[in-house]
């Protein structure tokens, strides 16, 4: 009876133990293990290289210790920062200003969450995450609005540009208040205000120094020269929710004062650019957080075309409404940054299928490349 007592227990600590490990899988075969399979780029993934970090102590806060793992991922070829299901607060993350920065990858490094234990489908607008990341909201006329850093991105390490971070995603991730940019290289000018890109001159005091590198969203239209350098490889988004998102603009003066603040509109809350992109069963859901303000707004000579000119102003009620931005972008166009016929818009092995997009007013999905698969989305 002891014996067999003691080998009870013995396998009840094996079974914890097993429990306990963080999982290596690739999540894409596990979870396209049908027909239809999954894009084989994904296994070039370090999945077994995995950093638990629920366990993960160099670091002071949640930002802190996500730049430490992911640099330490990086320089031993990448692989996966794992968080357990729970609560992940990235307030901390210097989110304002020119100089910000988000959850920026690098090279190799993949985030996941836990694997859903019950609703795993984004077809009908809900999935069951386990894992969720919360992003600070900062207030604005009685409403909540997001950072201007509130962004998954990403970042070249060493010799490396924009174009040459590769093999980059999020998987099984809610994540409150953040966008997803991976953004592509382009000539960039010195600064937003003296690249004389589309819109520089608008680029409002406290931005108008910012040096251009493609980390934020902004960048390609106010600190972009006309050469298209590039584009990465390997882009996965899978399995998220993405709530409360907006790229926001306080950085651009559109004749509504220096306090004037909404979200931007060329921003999708999840823009990507490069190949062998795989966007699939991601939810972009409605919003319950939009709000009316009041702010001042310009009167322009519609007579006049697309200018700046500001016949009037005057107080207006705006709707702050987080489901008017694009919802997902993929190698968008970047308003004759590129010359004719230089390429780069069509990029290759695309493929977006399964997520459930709420959006009215701007369009849910935005995509070009070569050898483009779009399929079972829901708009």
């Known amino acids: 009876m002891k014996i067999k007592l003691v080998i009870l227990i013995i396998v009840l600590f094996c079974a914890k133990l097993l429990l306990a490990q963080p999982p290596k899988d690739n999540p894409l075969a596990t979870y396209y293990s049908g027909t239809v399979g999954y894009p084989a780029w994904t296994d070039k993934i370090k999945w077994q290289n995995v950093i638990d970090m629920s366990l993960y102590n160099q670091g002071l806060n949640d930002f802190q210790k996500f730049e430490k793992a992911r640099d330490q991922l990086y320089t031993a070829g990448g692989g996966i920062l794992y968080y357990p299901a729970g609560t992940y607060d990235f307030s901390d993350a210097p989110a304002d200003g020119p100089n910000g920065r988000g959850l920026m990858l690098k090279t190799g490094v993949v985030i996941r969450g836990a694997t859903p234990t019950g609703d795993k489908d984004a077809k009908d607008g809900t999935l069951g995450l386990l894992t969720k990341f919360l992003f600070k909201f900062n207030t604005r006329s009685g409403g909540q609005v997001p950072r201007?850093?509130?962004?998954?991105?990403?970042?070249?390490?060493?010799?490396?540009?924009?174009?040459?971070?590769?093999?980059?995603?999020?998987?099984?991730?809610?994540?409150?208040?953040?966008?997803?940019?991976?953004?592509?290289?382009?000539?960039?000018?010195?600064?937003?205000?003296?690249?004389?890109?589309?819109?520089?001159?608008?680029?409002?005091?406290?931005?108008?120094?910012?040096?251009?590198?493609?980390?934020?969203?902004?960048?390609?239209?106010?600190?972009?020269?006309?050469?298209?350098?590039?584009?990465?490889?390997?882009?996965?988004?899978?399995?998220?929710?993405?709530q409360d998102a907006a790229v926001m603009n306080d950085a651009m003066d559109f004749g509504s004062g220096p306090s004037g603040f909404y979200m931007y509109k060329f921003g999708a809350r999840v823009g990507i650019y490069g190949s062998d992109v795989f966007i699939a069963n991601n939810v972009l859901p409605k919003s319950t957080k939009n709000f009316k303000y009041t702010q001042l707004t310009c009167n322009t000579d519609q007579n006049s075309g697309c200018t700046k000119k500001c016949l009037s102003t005057r107080n207006s009620s705006v709707l702050f409404d987080y489901g008017k931005p694009n919802g997902i972008d993929v190698n968008k166009e970047l308003l004759g940054l590129t010359g004719f016929g230089s390429g780069g818009f069509f990029k290759e092995r695309i493929i977006v299928e399964d997520n459930y997009v709420y959006t009215h007013g701007h369009k849910g999905f935005n995509i070009s490349g070569k050898w483009v698969i779009i399929r079972n989305n829901d708009n």
């Open 148 to 242: 201007d850093w509130n962004i998954f991105g990403i970042v070249p390490s060493g010799s490396e540009e924009l174009k040459d971070v590769n093999y980059v995603g999020i998987a099984w991730i809610q994540a409150v208040g953040a966008v997803v940019y991976f953004g592509p290289q382009v000539n960039w000018g010195a600064t937003w205000a003296t690249a004389g890109s589309w819109q520089s001159d608008l680029a409002k005091t406290t931005w108008k120094n910012r040096v251009p590198d493609g980390t934020h969203p902004m960048d390609p239209f106010n600190g972009g020269g006309t050469i298209y350098k590039g584009a990465g490889n390997g882009r996965l988004i899978f399995g998220c929710v993405f």
